[in-house]
């Protein structure tokens, strides 16, 4: 008994202060094969039942607690040496990365960020909000009243009902963003609202999860001739030409009077869409003045104020400007795919550094 007692401490006492190798070897002696412990468990095998009963016990007592002792001094090791690292490793995030470490610049990102400097120099913000959104955010206060028509057209997806019966919903566009902003903002504005927006449709051209940007500008005197220069002027920058031919049809949206949809001047002849020359049109997206009502929902005073706005496909914008053909090639995380239509991390996009290079 007092032998067993005198093991323990002489073990305990050995693995505490015991290094990594140390603490193997003790290890190897108390509990291999043929150490002093695992000798202890074989000789109960040789003794009489009721010996085994009295014994058999304190020699399992004594492997599990030295077993346990091994276990935590190696855990205080390992973490001793962690701790030592993370004291002493430095890691100096603006030095240049080997080529096998570096990340790419996703294609919307890249646009994303070459639309936020053409219009941050245009003077716009960049706003933002959840995806998750209030029906009244997405719809009511965007002038779309519930079992108005224009819901039908945006394949809404819903969460489950609040305690309220209201329900929340993923936002079929960036418009609540703006909404937002108006309801905590007084004019001037001049926002962009870019961000992921949801509708139930999936094909070539449509992911159900697809990114826009929206253009919002309040003002005391702004009318269709600003929004026309800023669309042009937006277009010669981001596709990097000097001339654009545009067009404006009449469409209608439940949140702006009138309502536009902008078309751009573009050449088909070839095997990919050249913006700028040629006889051609392409939709770029829908634009017009904000409804007075949607002024006046959020807060704004529709006879001092009117402003206008504009939305544009991001992931449509990335496939036009980078030939890139399919749509949901974007969302499926193929790292052969990023590499061939990726962007360098440390280009960022600026009107002085050329856009794209
Ligand atoms: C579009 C087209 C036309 C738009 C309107 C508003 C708001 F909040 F001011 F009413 N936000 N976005 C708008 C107008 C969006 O996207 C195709």
């Avoid at 490793?89 to 960020?113: F, K, M, N, W, Y």
């Avoid at 639309?115 to 716009?124: K, N, W």
């Avoid at 995806?131 to 079992?147: M, Q």
């Avoid at 929004?227 to 981001?238: D, G, H, N, S, Y």
Wanted: charged residues 25%; negative net charge.
């Amino acid at each position: 008994m007092t032998d067993l007692i005198q093991l323990e401490r002489q073990l305990l006492a050995r693995i505490a202060s015991a290094d990594e190798r140390a603490l193997e070897e003790l290890r190897v002696t108390a509990l291999g094969k043929k150490g002093a412990i695992t000798e202890l468990l074989k000789s109960l095998g040789t003794m009489s039942p009721e010996e085994r009963k009295d014994k058999g016990p304190q020699f399992n007592g004594l492997r599990d607690r030295i077993a346990e002792a091994i276990a935590a001094r190696k855990a205080q090791l390992e973490d001793r040496v962690l701790n030592e690292r993370l004291a002493t490793e430095r890691v100096d995030v603006t030095l240049p990365v080997a080529d096998v470490e570096r990340g790419i610049i996703h294609p919307v990102s890249q646009v994303l960020d070459e639309i936020t400097a053409i219009f941050a120099d245009l003077g716009f913000a960049v706003a933002e909000g959840p995806d998750i959104e209030y029906d009244d955010y997405n719809f009511t206060k965007l002038n779309i009243p519930p079992e108005h028509p224009a819901r039908q057209m945006h394949d809404t997806f819903y969460l489950k009902p609040q305690a309220d019966g209201s329900r929340h919903l993923l936002r079929t566009h960036t418009s609540p963003v703006q909404v937002r902003t108006m309801l905590k903002q007084q004019p001037p504005i001049r926002i962009i609202a870019p961000g992921r927006s949801y509708r139930h449709d999936s094909d070539a051209t449509h992911s159900p999860m697809f990114h826009q940007v929206e253009a919002l500008v309040i003002d005391e005197e702004t009318h269709l001739g600003n929004l026309r220069w800023l669309i042009e002027e937006f277009c010669k920058a981001f596709f990097e030409i000097s001339n654009v031919r545009m067009r404006f049809r009449p469409s209608y949206f439940p949140f702006t009077e009138p309502s536009m949809e902008v078309d751009i001047g573009c050449d088909r002849s070839g095997n990919r869409i050249k913006i700028g020359d040629g006889n051609d049109w392409l939709e770029l997206g829908g634009s017009g003045m904000v409804h007075p009502h949607v002024l006046e929902l959020c807060g704004i005073d529709p006879k001092r104020y009117q402003g206008f706005a504009f939305g544009l496909g991001l992931d449509r914008m990335a496939m036009l400007k980078y030939a890139i053909p399919d749509i949901r090639s974007f969302f499926e995380s193929d790292l052969r795919w990023l590499r061939h239509y990726g962007f360098m991390p440390l280009d960022i996009p600026s009107l002085e550094g050329g856009l794209s290079r």
